[in-house]
């Protein structure tokens, strides 16, 4: 009895290793929030032990789901900061992952067109803000959401860090705005990279910021959005030595 009692220990101990070893290596903790309009948004938490290392705020592209960043954010941890990417309600699925807050949006016939997932921005900034007690966050946008991170850092500058832009275009408009009219009111440093072909369609962005700004292109093609950090993308290293050497400034 004692030997069956003992393997079983054993079993369990084994199980609960794996799966430990599973969330460090694929995923943060999966923590959710409202936003203003009721919608309960879902994101991985990548945190540290050091609670008051720097926070980034990741948001995906067109189709996707916070999955974009499973392999991104480790890495950010590793460089010292701490992360939170969200599902935003328009989306899909990448990397096995299922957008959570796109199906609590189709729950309430919430709409989930590009400009609609702007609350879902919002909630975050809110909840690293009061529940995270981050008073300055770093806003990190892949495709329609790095367009997006323009109205957040124009509307929130006392809470706003930073800006990280991958692939931003004139996706929609906003409010009966382009995007480069509210990257003209962004107070905190700009960072933009994208597939190298892409700089036509945010050139008006970057050429509208007035603070500190910075970019990157590939020498080669290069990728559109985040994606462009995935380790199995060529080029993935540029990216990352850019991203690096933007985000030195901000570390403690």
Request: aromatic share 14%; proline share 4%.
């Amino acid at each position: 009895m004692k030997k069956i009692s003992c393997s079983f220990i054993l079993m369990m101990a084994l199980f609960s290793f794996i799966n430990a070893q599973t969330s460090d290596k694929f995923g943060g903790k999966e923590v959710s929030f409202e936003t203003a309009d009721n919608i309960l948004v879902t994101g991985d938490l990548y945190a540290l032990k050091d609670k008051s290392a720097p926070l980034i705020l990741l948001f995906h592209q067109a189709g996707y789901s916070r999955g974009e960043y499973r392999s991104i954010a480790p890495q950010l941890n590793k460089l010292g900061f701490q992360c939170l990417a969200i599902d935003q309600r328009s989306g899909n699925k990448v990397n096995d992952v299922i957008n959570k807050t796109k199906i609590e949006a189709k729950k309430q016939d919430k709409r989930t067109k590009y400009p609609d997932a702007f609350p879902d921005l919002e909630a975050a900034l809110k909840y690293a803000s009061e529940q995270l007690d981050q008073k300055k966050v770093i806003i990190w946008g892949s495709s329609y959401s790095s367009s997006l991170v323009f109205i957040l850092a124009s509307k929130y500058p006392e809470k706003v860090q930073a800006i990280l832009s991958f692939s931003p275009g004139e996706y929609f408009s906003f409010e009966d705005q382009k995007i480069e009219d509210f990257s003209k009111k962004v107070s905190c440093p700009v960072f933009i990279t994208s597939a190298r072909l892409e700089k036509s369609s945010w050139k008006n962005i970057y050429e509208n910021v007035s603070s500190e700004k910075a970019f990157y292109l590939p020498e080669k093609k290069g990728f559109h959005g985040s994606k462009a950090l995935w380790p199995e993308k060529e080029g993935n290293k540029g990216y990352w030595n850019a991203v690096k050497k933007y985000l030195t400034q901000f570390k403690k």
